[in-house]
């Protein structure tokens, strides 16, 4: 909102308050908290509002704030103050990549997570101190038992530093989508659920230390730790049964929706019961630890009750173990946050796609590390090369191509509106569009296919990427994926409206791959698409 205090100052009252805030704020920018020149940015510095006139702040000095012209046009918010703390972790988010920020990095800034706590379980009741911080009075809290589940637990403020983030239990990232619970803590709502901790103890009236592991609500307490909140209410599990812990936790998740779970954290929790549900294994064979002589099949087979769910832990492993593959440089163009609009590519579109595709959904019968030392092992021979191949189009479509600053946020209508939209960051934007990625990745299907054919060696659709490829396949592969990358409509900006203008489904884009039209009769390419490499 127009400043009136501003607009009514001379040229040199300008300069005496721009130095008189420079003073003030220790010469660094209000919202990226980063230096301000006062000779090489004076052309790039802004004076505004603290808090926005429109929500009660005043026009006048005590509530002006210097900052960097760029931090300013790009705030988060129009309150500088929660504009400064969402700054501040977007650049926690930049630090943890390429993987995603969770509660651990924010506490890790904000000087949590330093301590294991001092405790005494005594059955009915534990003691507990924070003398690391220099209270040393002993607070005794009872422990409260659930009549259904038996566990026990206790309430207590705790201190950040005595607080670790679990990403085990809850692997979820945090994401950019922290703004809607700051503004609300920092207007003084009530947290209304607190977070949930566990501990494990030796029961007798031993003392012990233990680590507080946070297993739920980590948005709402990094959001509070971000606000410089250092000590918050929690609710602690005492000895509990992890396997039961996190079921529960996945259930509300899942099968319960209590928690907004995307695919690609349950794929985690998936992966993670998947243990369990080995280690139990284990121990009803009387197997040794090291023992993987079991297959896929036998898991299943052992768990009757259950052995849907164990078959769908064991593809969440495969599944996890490829997009959350350090080398998988795809990775870093998939969005699993699910509605910020940075990468091309949802989680959900690459199950859909590469992973309804090219893994094999039935349980093997071979033995977990069958030639493994071989490099013969088909699960592993599986995951390397839908790695591979993820890398080969990350670096021939996405890699310096796709800017993540521009991201997909209303691309056709920029180009309708005749912005400049680069021809990389256009096609590799249209390419990973869900209809048309299923569509170009049954290609890549097909070529596999039609080598193995042409060898006299046809394999079924499900186990194609189960056998290891040859060199001259991967060219195969290679040459297909720039052909197609050429192809004129990807950055055609005419088509912005009759091709690429709304919601398209599969079947749309299936007929212009097999006849070069669209079911409305625009040319998109003069011919089908063959697969000439």
Known sequence: MRSNYLSGLAAEQKVELRKKLFQIQH????ICQKAIHPDLHSDALDIDHIEPLNSG???????FALTHSSCNRSKQDSDLRIARVL?????????????DANLGHVLSRYGGALYELPIINNNDLVEISFIDIDKSETIKIPLLIDPLSGFRSFHSEIPIVYLHHDDQINPRPIGRQLRGLIQEFYHGNPQ??????????????????AKIRIFDGQHKIAAQVLLGVKALPIRIFVNP??????NANTNAGTTLRQIAFDKSVQRRLGGTILLNRIDKYREDNS??????????RDLVRHFRGESRAVQRYILDSVRNSITHHEENRLRDFIEFSGKVKAKPFSYSSIEKTFYSFFINQEMLETAWDFRSEAGENKREIEKQQIIRLMNMIADLIYVGRFDTERGTDRIESAVQNG???????????????????????KYIRSVVQQYFIMQGYPIPDEKLFQNRFPEALWSNIRNFIINLRRLPLWIDHEMSITVFGGKANYSFWELIFSTGSSPQGKRVWLNPLILSL
């Open 287 to 296: 197997k040794s630890v090291e023992d993987w002589s079991f297959s896929e």
């Open 87 to 99: 700054k501040i972790f977007d650049s926690i988010c930049e630090q943890a990549a390429p993987s």
């Open 57 to 63: 702040g005043h026009d006048d000095q005590s509530n």
């Open 419 to 441: 912005e400049d939209v680069p021809d990389d960051h256009l096609c590799a934007f249209r390419m990973a569009k869900e209809e048309i990625l299923y569509c170009w990745l």
């Open 241 to 246: 049964d992890r396997d039961r812990l996190l």
């Open 27 to 30: 010469g660094v920018c209000f």
């Open 192 to 209: 209304l659920h607190v977070g949930l901790g566990w501990l494990d103890l030796p029961n007798g009236g031993n003392s012990s230390r």
